[in-house]
T-cell receptor, first 113, second 114 residues
Framework: SQKIEQNSEALNIQEGKTATLTCNYT??????LQWYRQDPGRGPVFLLL?????KEKRKERLKVTFDTTLKQSLFHITASQPADSATYLC????????????FGTGTRLLVSP | EPEVTQTPSHQVTQMGQEVILRCVPI?????FYWYRQILGQKVEFLVS????????KSEIFDDQFSVERPDGSNFTLKIRSTKLEDSAMYFC????????????FGPGTRLTVT
């Protein structure tokens, strides 16, 4: 069956450290992968997109890697801040279809001062 | 900065009633979507809309659901006869313009069916 797995347990880290979140998928062949941030009661906010032929993408303190052989993406937040505390969602877009996003369940990140 | 807006923010309705959820996508976007999120669960795709027609829909999007773009700015989701299990956050999203693969989500409408 098709699955997108993210750590269901919250990730607790101290301010200033690097947070690393994992997204693993099975039985999908995504054209690209996106990461979103979601705060409680709010809609997802787009952060980064990485294509299947890209290994790494960076934006300010954020870095995403994409390994289509391992079927895994890693999402890093460097120099984390309490304001980074949120749920982070991984979403796949397949080669077919009109950009339908298939979301993982998300990982909650808590950054302590 | 342009944003997607949704109204109402919260809708309470009785089982069997019809509801219409409204969205105003970002003005130069061409692709429109509805997603839903049941409390504590993942965000699920419902339907995508392009060029005034549905381009893809999920199994959730059955005959009780319909979408419409009645004018150049609004995009609506109608549920004809609500069920208890329709209670969820409904998010509208749009994409297009210079970044066609990035979807921008609205703040959501919380639908409570009693």
């Amino acid at each position: 069956s098709q699955k997108i797995e993210q750590n269901s347990e919250a990730l607790n880290i101290q301010e200033g450290k690097t947070a690393t979140l994992t997204c693993n998928y099975t039985n999908y062949s995504p054209a690209y992968l996106q990461w979103y941030r979601q705060d409680p009661g709010r809609g997802p906010v787009f952060l980064l997109l990485i294509r299947e032929n890209e290994k790494e993408k960076r934006k300010e303190r954020l870095k995403v890697t994409f390994d289509t052989t391992l079927k895994q993406s890693l999402f890093h937040i460097t120099a984390s801040q309490p304001a980074d505390s949120a749920t982070y969602l991984c979403a796949l877009v397949m080669n077919t279809g009109f950009q339908k996003l298939v979301f993982g369940t998300g990982t909650r990140l808590l950054v302590s001062p | 900065e342009p944003e997607v807006t949704q109204t109402p923010s919260h809708q309470v309705t009785q089982m069997g009633q019809e509801v219409i959820l409204r969205c105003v996508p970002i003005s130069n976007h061409l692709y429109f979507y509805w997603y839903r999120q049941i409390l504590g669960q993942k965000v699920e795709f419902l339907v995508s809309f392009y060029n005034n027609e549905i381009s893809e829909k999920s199994e959730i999007f059955d005959d009780q659901f319909s979408v419409e773009r009645p004018d150049g700015s609004n995009f609506t989701l109608k549920i004809r006869s609500t069920k208890l299990e329709d209670s969820a956050m409904y998010f509208c999203a749009s994409s297009g313009g210079q970044t066609p693969y990035e979807q921008y989500f609205g703040p959501g409408t919380r639908l409570t069916v009693t």
